[in-house]
């Protein structure tokens, strides 16, 4: 599969206003130490996933498939059908795009209309693609659409029941009311995300077929942007995994597409012949034990 290029001056994400957000917002310190937890979660989840194709579909800043063995990697950067007609028309140069994080992209795509045909893909990971996209339920159903039976999906997300959804929640509410907002009650997440409950995601996954194998919740620690505060509450990992474990702030769920009447069959290995009975030999009795038991009184 060839890539598609464009200007090296056009940057994939330019366009996307949540893009831009997320970005900025992950080179904190709150996140860089999401990042540092999803990049474990991801290389647990496809350590052992085998197959031939893997897509990465946006967030460049980690290497969601490192860990993983799959022949066949790619990279893909979500866009806007606009920003695709633009380049399109710019016409293809002869320097791939490179993310902000220095991995090569292989193909920018819309996240709701990928250049895959169906039943291709036997792993697919969503880092926070699904929060920053217009229809979240297109994307799962193209998603679903080119899984191939069995392969697996990685979702990466930030949890609105948590303590730093619970911020992003009031902040939304000071703004719908019209009061002023003091720094405290601020935003803390990038405010173009529309964040998805894991019960939420769990139900839309069933629907399409796609069955939940595990979720992660961590990232426990208050909304702090202080390198120095986040190592002080770094107790909250252990009391939060134990005592409140649905409220982190960040989940990894891991997803499987199952097929209704498929029989996986075995290898076709070469039936060995069955034993031949055993031949019975009849023995005839000699006349002279005939006549020995004609003799023989009753």
Same mark, same amino acid.
Request: with cysteine.
């Given at each position: 599969?060839?890539?598609?290029?464009?200007?090296?001056?056009?940057?994939p994400?330019?366009?996307?206003?949540?893009?831009?957000?997320?970005?900025?917002w992950?080179?904190?310190?709150?996140?860089?130490?999401?990042?540092?937890?999803?990049?474990?979660?991801?290389?647990?989840?496809?350590?052992?996933?085998?197959?031939?194709?893997?897509?990465?579909?946006?967030?460049?800043?980690?290497?969601?498939?490192?860990?993983?063995? #799959?022949?066949?990697?790619?990279?893909?950067?979500?866009?806007?059908?606009?920003?695709?007609?633009?380049?399109a028309?710019?016409?293809?140069?002869?320097?791939?795009?490179?993310?902000?994080?220095?991995?090569?992209?292989?193909?920018?795509?819309?996240?709701?209309?990928?250049?895959?045909?169906?039943?291709?893909?036997?792993? #697919?990971?969503?880092?926070?693609?699904?929060?920053?996209?217009?229809?979240?339920? +297109?994307?799962?159903?193209?998603?679903?659409?080119?899984?191939?039976?069995?392969?697996?999906?990685?979702?990466?997300?930030?949890?609105? %029941?948590?303590?730093?959804?619970?911020?992003?929640?009031?902040?939304?509410?000071?703004?719908?009311?019209?009061?002023?907002?003091?720094?405290?009650a601020?935003?803390?997440?990038?405010?173009?995300?529309?964040? #998805?409950?894991?019960?939420?995601?769990?139900?839309?996954?069933?629907?399409l077929?796609?069955?939940?194998?595990?979720?992660r919740?961590?990232?426990?620690?208050?909304?702090?942007?202080?390198?120095?505060?986040?190592?002080? %509450?770094?107790?909250?990992?252990?009391?939060?995994?134990?005592?409140?474990?649905?409220?982190?702030?960040?989940?990894?769920?891991?997803?499987?597409k199952?097929v209704?009447?498929?029989?996986?069959?075995?290898?076709?290995?070469?039936?060995?012949?069955?034993? +031949?009975?055993?031949?019975?030999?009849?023995?005839?009795?000699?006349?002279?034990?005939?006549?020995?038991?004609?003799?023989?009184?009753?």
């Amino acid at each position: 599969m060839k890539p598609l290029t464009t200007e090296p001056s056009l940057q994939p994400a330019a366009s996307d206003a949540g893009g831009q957000q997320l970005a900025a917002w992950l080179a904190s310190e709150a996140g860089r130490y999401l990042l540092a937890w999803e990049q474990e979660r991801c290389d647990e989840a496809v350590a052992d996933c085998f197959g031939y194709h893997a897509l990465q579909l946006g967030l460049p800043q980690i290497d969601a498939l490192r860990a993983n063995r #799959i022949p066949k990697r790619w990279l893909a950067q979500p866009e806007p059908s606009s920003a695709l007609e633009r380049h399109a028309d710019q016409g293809a140069a002869a320097a791939p795009l490179q993310p902000s994080g220095g991995r090569e992209l292989a193909l920018v795509t819309h996240a709701a209309a990928l250049p895959f045909s169906e039943n291709t893909l036997d792993l #697919i990971v969503l880092p926070h693609t699904l929060e920053f996209s217009a229809d979240p339920h +297109a994307v799962l159903r193209e998603v679903q659409r080119v899984l191939l039976p069995e392969g697996r999906l990685v979702v990466c997300g930030l949890n609105p %029941w948590s303590l730093w959804g619970l911020r992003q929640q009031r902040a939304r509410l000071l703004a719908r009311l019209g009061l002023q907002r003091p720094r405290w009650a601020r935003p803390f997440l990038p405010e173009a995300g529309e964040f #998805i409950a894991h019960r939420r995601l769990r139900d839309w996954l069933q629907l399409l077929g796609l069955e939940v194998e595990s979720c992660r919740m961590g990232c426990y620690r208050p909304a702090l942007q202080s390198e120095l505060w986040l190592q002080r %509450w770094s107790w909250m990992e252990r009391a939060g995994a134990r005592y409140w474990p649905f409220f982190g702030n960040a989940y990894c769920m891991v997803a499987v597409k199952r097929v209704r009447g498929l029989r996986l069959l075995g290898p076709a290995w070469k039936p060995k012949p069955a034993a +031949a009975a055993p031949v019975a030999v009849a023995c005839q009795a000699s006349p002279a034990r005939l006549d020995d038991e004609h003799q023989s009184p009753a």
